[in-house]
């Protein structure tokens, strides 16, 4: 009966600090973002577990797999998400569902784990870190772009795979990415990458609705896998700039521009 008692008080004790963390982030985020909605994808990093937000599904893998060239960026042009026409092959299991393990060295299996994504050294080119919480992918984030910085995110809708380009909204050359990993742990992949651009693309599709891709185009891809950009494009590392879209539970940490005042006292 004791025994169980104290099983009791453990479980409790667990409960309540994993509240208080959550909490803790929540109260994080406003204190630095006052008045600001939580992105859709820091939500379960920020806010309490919710069934709305669940790591990346097979029919979400598209959005990140729309890889093209950048001269293919205009307005008109129409995109379809998945993979890139040029190629006649799925990516290998390597790429972790989604571009950013173009940037691992090594063989990824298909049921890869945290250590093989975190613990791989980073590609030329890139720094990178693994997040598990909204204060340590902030940290990053600030270390590579100073205090004063906002977040941008795609929004696809699911139940669109073909937009038009309406426009291409030059971001900068400076970003920090964060990628959901695909565990039911909330962990993000960030990485800062030499010689990026970030756009926003607002598109529309042929039925009126609208979205927004983050898109990111390389213009370094030395460091990246050349298995991966054959497969894809048909081209080597270090050849031509290569661009993809970001999909909804990713996100860039980018320059906050429109204001001089630092996020942070």
Not at 120 to 129: M, Q, S, V, W
Request: hydrophobic share 35%; net charge neutral.
């Amino acid at each position: 009966m004791e025994f169980g008692y104290l099983i009791f008080l453990a479980f409790l004790c667990l409960t309540l600090r994993e509240i208080d963390a959550s909490q803790s982030a929540k109260d994080y985020w406003f204190s630095v973002f006052p008045n600001t909605t939580v992105p859709k994808p820091l939500r379960d990093l920020v806010l309490p577990p919710s069934k709305a937000n669940l790591p990346i599904q097979v029919e979400e893998e598209k959005q990140y797999w729309t890889l093209f060239f950048e001269h293919e960026l205009h307005p008109r042009k129409m995109m379809h998400l998945g993979i890139h026409n040029n190629s006649n092959t799925k990516p290998s299991s390597r790429t972790t569902s989604q571009p950013f393990g173009a940037w691992l060295h090594g063989q990824v299996s298909e049921k890869y784990n945290l250590d093989e994504v975190c613990g791989k050294e980073a590609g030329k080119g890139e720094e990178k870190f693994c997040a598990a919480s909204l204060e340590s992918m902030m940290g990053f984030a600030t270390s590579k772009l100073g205090k004063n910085i906002k977040v941008i995110s795609s929004s696809f809708d699911k139940n669109h795979d073909e937009y038009s380009v309406e426009e291409v909204k030059r971001v900068g050359e400076k970003a920090v990415m964060c990628h959901r990993l695909n565990f039911e742990k909330v962990v993000f992949y960030c990485h800062q990458i030499n010689a990026t651009t970030t756009y926003m693309v607002p598109l529309v599709a042929s039925d009126g609705t609208k979205a927004e891709a983050l898109t990111i185009c390389h213009h370094d891809t030395r460091g990246m896998d050349p298995d991966v950009l054959y497969q894809v494009l048909k081209v080597k590392p270090g050849t031509v700039p290569v661009c993809h879209f970001v999909g909804n539970k990713a996100l860039a940490w980018v320059p906050n521009l429109g204001t001089k005042e630092s996020c942070f006292s």
